[in-house]
């Protein structure tokens, strides 16, 4: 298997989810803006969205592949989708038991992150009634993650990258159509996450079916527990789900004081959140997707030296990649928030406010990157004690500099915390690897560095001279030039980095990488 050429692929799968989603995230602020209504609805959606990053994708895939991926080497097709069926089963239960207490606690989970009084009384019951909504989707995205899973062992990753998609359609076609029919419009956007968790369990079915993987839902999950795999898989998982989601959970908090800032900073977040995941999404978690897999395999047959040259390949293309995104959006925030979501009720302040939070990402962008990137070769080696530790440590030292930036950058300070907080995360992770021995750099890292500061240096300079010719808010009355000048400008861009990298002597061929235990 060809892993840059596999890379490719999810990443452009991934792409087209990331598009799709800054279309539905362009569409909800012209119809919504940043007000105490969209901060209900992005407060309610976490809700449930941490718990299905917490266990349905976050700690659930990274105890779930390493031991699946044993099973299919050692144990035999029986074994394996005999673990299948009782994974999906304790999954499918325990996640519709957590959607059901989610339901019946949604007053007191919205009081605890937001509070009565950070708003409209009205935009908080309104919060209540969209956390009901919402929280089956964790039993949706539990079926999927399994099958994600599932289908990235058997090197099956398009039709996981491409499920996302899915609930960006039902986000855009909620935001055009079913607004329209409702007294209270951002139901509509509630609605939207059940249709889009139902589409997207429905697609997995006929890939799993394929491969003749297609799990089965017991009745019975006290039996299902008794698989020496569950088990096994829950003691790794239980300590995990602190490691993976630790971001998450500080993004959760980020969010309680966010609503406490100024009205619209919860919004603000969120939308260069969103602009901030796209290279996230696109690279990191693209490629800790396909090294999982790849690593897992490779530490089941004992081979030491490809799994540390399979960290190499994946930790020169995250600087290859991650920096150059870095620089492109502290430099162009501002024309990308306005060309992206300056629309209706989005305001030119509110361009100002979410470009903030974005410029401060961008301090972290490549630690969030590299933490996507070095955290599997722990789980591949079911080591999930180290990344606990570290993940604790840089939670609290995530909030410890909150009280530090928020008063001095208020919302834009909860993203600085985030992004250092994870370029801790980072090289605590890598110092591991480098002290265990699992790692061992190849030559060339100085050589390699000094020609990519040369080329970012130049792309960054042109990018910002570039971006400052314009007025982009003042462009809102011409859309479509707005947003070929900033095409315009991020080609140009692109195409300096890669040139001058060119001219120092990279080429396409020196980052080829095949997977020598893929069958």
Request: aromatic content about 10%; glycine content about 8%; overall charge positive.
């Amino acid at each position: 298997m060809n892993l840059l050429k596999t890379l490719a692929a999810v990443s452009s799968m991934t792409m087209l989810s990331r598009v799709t989603g800054l279309l539905r995230e362009s569409l909800f602020a012209r119809a919504f803006g940043a007000s105490a209504y969209t901060d209900a609805f992005i407060v309610a959606f976490r809700l449930p969205n941490l718990l299905r990053r917490l266990f349905a994708e976050g700690a659930f895939s990274q105890a779930f592949v390493p031991i699946l991926s044993e099973y299919k080497n050692q144990h035999g097709e029986a074994a394996t989708k005999t673990l299948a069926d009782s994974v999906a089963t304790c999954l499918v239960w325990a996640t519709m038991i957590t959607s059901l207490v989610g339901i019946i606690a949604a007053p007191w989970l919205i009081m605890l992150v937001m509070g009565q009084s950070a708003g409209d009384p009205q935009a908080f019951d309104a919060a209540v009634v969209m956390t009901r909504w919402m929280f089956p989707y964790i039993a949706c995205m539990a079926f999927v993650a399994l099958a994600g899973g599932i289908l990235n062992t058997w090197s099956q990753f398009k039709i996981p990258a491409f499920t996302p998609v899915l609930l960006n359609i039902s986000f855009i076609l909620a935001s055009l159509v079913l607004v329209d029919y409702l007294a209270q419009p951002i139901y509509a956007m509630a609605a939207a996450v059940c249709v889009g968790g139902l589409l997207q369990v429905g697609i997995q079915i006929p890939a799993l079916m394929k491969i003749g993987m297609l799990p089965r839902i017991s009745f019975n999950p006290i039996a299902a527990l008794r698989n020496p795999g569950v088990s096994r898989m829950l003691r790794k998982m239980g300590p995990a789900v602190f490691a993976v989601s630790a971001a998450q959970i500080s993004l959760l908090i980020n969010t309680g004081i966010a609503s406490r800032l100024a009205a619209g900073s919860v919004s603000a977040l969120t939308y260069a959140d969103r602009l901030m995941e796209f290279p996230t999404a696109m690279l990191g978690v693209a490629l800790g997707t396909v090294l999982l897999p790849s690593l897992s395999k490779a530490n089941s047959t004992g081979d030491t030296a490809e799994y540390s040259s399979l960290l190499n390949w994946g930790l020169r293309l995250t600087f290859l990649l991650a920096l150059p995104a870095a620089v492109g959006l502290a430099t162009l925030a501002e024309p990308m928030i306005a060309t992206l979501f300056h629309y209706g009720k989005f305001t030119t302040q509110s361009i100002t406010n979410a470009a903030m939070p974005l410029v401060a990402y961008s301090v972290g962008l490549l630690g969030i990157i590299l933490v996507k990137t070095l955290a599997p070769a722990f789980y591949a080696r079911q080591d999930v004690r180290t990344p606990v530790r570290i993940a604790v440590g840089v939670l609290v030292f995530t909030q410890l500099m909150n009280l530090v930036f928020v008063p001095i950058f208020a919302v834009a300070g909860l993203a600085l915390s985030i992004g250092l907080g994870a370029c801790v995360n980072a090289g605590f992770l890598y110092a591991g690897l480098r002290s265990r021995g699992i790692y061992v750099p190849q030559a060339g890292w100085v050589v390699f560095f000094l020609k990519l500061a040369i080329a970012v240096s130049v792309m960054g300079a042109l990018s910002w001279y570039s971006a400052a010719q314009f007025d982009w808010a003042a462009m809102q009355a011409t859309p479509w030039l707005r947003a070929l000048a900033l095409l315009c400008i991020v080609g140009a861009s692109a195409a300096a980095y890669f040139a001058v990298l060119f001219a120092l002597g990279f080429r396409l061929g020196d980052f080829k990488r095949r997977d020598k235990q893929a069958s």
